[in-house]
């Protein structure tokens, strides 16, 4: 079982920047996938990025390429989503997610396991 909160959401101007982090306990990322996921109000929930355990292989939505990086930390058990550039359409609660196979694609419901959140709000 995997256990995993994010960190580092918040109020920023359009243009600005944040990092999420994401920790997990019970296991490691590894031989896992790990990802991003977020749901605007009203919205459906949607992929951002994905990052394999094994290749390091990356995948960004087109909304957020050149503006969103997704690295991870194997030694921290930590993944990280450092946001710039940030639009008042990137607002939304952001979400980790991990899978124990690997995986390369956006789709929310390939994950198996999933934090709670942390709310990101871009405005001026």
């Known amino acids: 079982q995997v256990q995993l909160v994010e960190s580092g959401g918040g109020l920023v101007q359009p243009g600005g920047s944040l990092r999420l982090s994401c920790v997990a306990s019970g296991s490691t990322f590894y031989y896992s996938t790990g990802g991003w996921f977020r749901q605007a109000p009203g919205k459906e929930r949607e992929g951002v990025s994905s990052?394999?355990?094994?290749?390091?292989?990356?995948n960004y939505a087109d909304s957020v390429k050149g503006r969103f990086t997704i690295s991870r930390d194997d030694a921290t058990n930590t993944m990280y989503l450092q946001m710039n550039n940030l639009k008042p359409e990137d607002t939304a609660i952001y979400y980790c997610?991990?899978?124990?196979?690997?995986?390369?694609?956006?789709?929310?419901?390939?994950?198996?396991?999933w934090g709670k959140g942390t709310l990101v709000t871009v405005s001026s």
């Open positions: 990052i394999s355990g094994s290749s390091g292989r990356t």
């Open positions: 997610a991990t899978r124990r196979s690997p995986y390369y694609g956006l789709d929310p419901s390939a994950m198996e396991y």
